[in-house]
Nanobody, 120 residues
Framework: QVQLVESGGGLVQAGGSLRLSCAAS????????MGWFRRTPGKAREFVAA????????YYVDSVKGRFTISRDNAKNTVYLQMNSLEPEDTAVYYC?????????????WGQGTQVTVSS
């Protein structure tokens, strides 16, 4: 079992940047593919980005390509999501996911989420 704790959310103006972190404990996070998802009120949780166990492969939803970058530091058991050029449409609760599947899906282990609010 792996436990995930997200941090780094907050309020930012459109065009600004935030970096989310996901700290993993329990089973070594390097044995999992990792991902970020987001949810807005009334909508299903949406896939955002994923990174493979070694970090050699990444995958993004089209709406964030060129703006968001996922990375990981297996020595620190931490995954990051660098978010640049933020838009009001990026406002959501962001969740970290750990999975044996590629890309991570709904059967993942989940963190508690961190709120990102982008003002126009």
């Amino acid at each position: 079992q792996v436990q995930l704790v997200e941090s780094g959310g907050g309020l930012v103006q459109a065009g600004g940047s935030l970096r989310l972190s996901c700290a993993a404990s329990g089973r070594t996070s390097s044995t999992y593919n990792m991902g970020w998802f987001r949810r807005t009120p009334g909508k299903a949780r949406e896939f955002v980005a994923a990174i493979s166990r070694s970090g050699g492969s990444t995958y993004y939803v089209d709406s964030v390509k060129g703006r968001f970058t996922i990375s990981r530091d297996n020595a620190k058991n931490t995954v990051y999501l660098q978010m640049n050029s933020l838009e009001p449409e990026d406002t959501a609760v962001y969740y970290c996911a750990a999975s044996r599947d590629w890309p991570p899906g709904e059967s993942s282990h989940w963190g508690q989420g961190t709120q990102v609010t982008v003002s126009s």
